[in-house]
Structure formats: structure tokens, C-alpha cells
């Protein structure tokens, strides 16, 4: 098995491998020249993004500046608005459904590395993927960690860590982010 695929498999994997870090260097490169261009060069945004991103639906707005560890592993629904500094560490999928806004210098972490510190020391680290339903609103700041699911209809209020799965068409706030309400 290679490292790529232990990292989509959920399992430890070496981050140094040299096939992983030249598609981080193609991401970083993708991303850069994106943060680059004009706002008013939508043809050549949407350009980029194609070769970015895993996937993505019509009507996509990403506003600089925002980074992508991979960049194929997040996919992206139809109306999906993504604020200004945002991170999306993307070592394991990321995926949004359709009418997702996303508020400013959020990140999205599905990267993690282990608790042993031996482990750790030795350089392995491994991911979760992260899932977002349709018609969920991030408020500015919001961090979502590895392995979150968050339903269909949900608002994560400003500045909120996500630590665990969101039922649908709930109102999530907090560190760590708590249901308050339903919608």
C-alpha cells in the first residue's frame, strides 16, 4: 500500500513521501497563483479551481487567500461561497453539498497526528474525513476536526470548534461546539 493510499484509508502514513509532497507542492502552486488573480477573472478562477479541487458544482466563490493541503480530496456542491482566509487540510476528504457558505478564516482540518508521542516523534500522522450536508452557514472563524459529519440545514455559530457530529438542522455554538437549537 502506498503512503497516499494508507493517508485515504484513515491510517498512519509517512507525510514525507515524495509522491505526497509534490502533490502538496502542486497544490500550494494552484493555490498561490489563485490568491494571484484578479476577483474579476472569474474564467480563470473557475480554471484554477477545476484543476484544484476533487470536484465542484456551478456557482462556486472562493475569495482569497485560501489554502488547500491537496486539493483533490475536497469536492464542493452547486452555491458554495468560501470568505476570505480560509484552510482547508485536506489529507482525507472533505466534502460539502450544495448551499454551503462559509465565513471568514475558517479551517477545515482533517489531518491529525497520534497522541503517543512516539509515534508522533517518528513522523507518522493520519487523517479523518470531514462531511458537510447541504445548507449549512459557518460563521467567521469556525474550526471543523477530523472525522465531523455535519447534517443537512445546520448553523455553526462564529468562532466554534467542532470536536464531534452535528444532527441536522441544528444551531451548533461553542468550544466545543454544542447544539443550542434546532432549525
Known amino acids: 500500500m502506498t503512503e497516499k493510499e494508507k493517508m485515504l484509508a484513515g491510517e498512519l502514513y509517512d507525510s514525507s513521501d515524495p509522491e505526497l509532497k ?9 493555490c498561490e497563483e489563485y490568491c494571484r488573480t484578479p476577483g474579476d477573472d472569474r474564467a480563470r478562477q473557475t480554471h484554477l479551481l477545476d484543476a484544484l479541487l476533487g470536484g465542484h458544482g456551478t456557482h462556486v466563490h472562493v475569495e482569497p487567500t485560501v489554502w488547500f493541503d491537496y486539493g483533490f480530496n475536497t469536492k464542493v456542491g452547486e452555491n458554495f461561497y468560501c ?5 482547508f487540510l485536506d489529507c482525507n476528504e472533505i466534502i460539502f453539498g450544495d448551499n454551503v457558505l462559509i465565513g471568514p478564516q475558517c479551517g477545515f482540518y482533517a489531518a491529525t497526528h497520534p497522541i503517543d508521542p512516539a509515534v508522533r516523534r517518528s513522523g507518522l500522522e493520519y487523517a ?11 460563521g467567521g472563524g469556525v474550526k471543523v476536526l477530523p472525522g465531523v459529519t455535519i447534517g443537512d440545514n445546520c448553523v455553526i455559530g462564529a468562532g466554534a470548534v467542532v ?7 441544528s444551531v451548533a455554538v461553542g468550544n466545543p461546539a454544542e447544539v443550542i437549537k434546532k432549525v
Open 163 to 169: 470536536t464531534h457530529d452535528i444532527p441536522a438542522g
Open 128 to 138: 479523518r474525513p470531514i462531511k458537510v450536508g447541504s445548507n449549512v452557514w459557518f
Open 83 to 87: 470568505n476570505h482566509d480560509c484552510v
Open 22 to 30: 509534490d502533490l502538496r507542492d502542486r497544490a500550494r502552486k494552484l
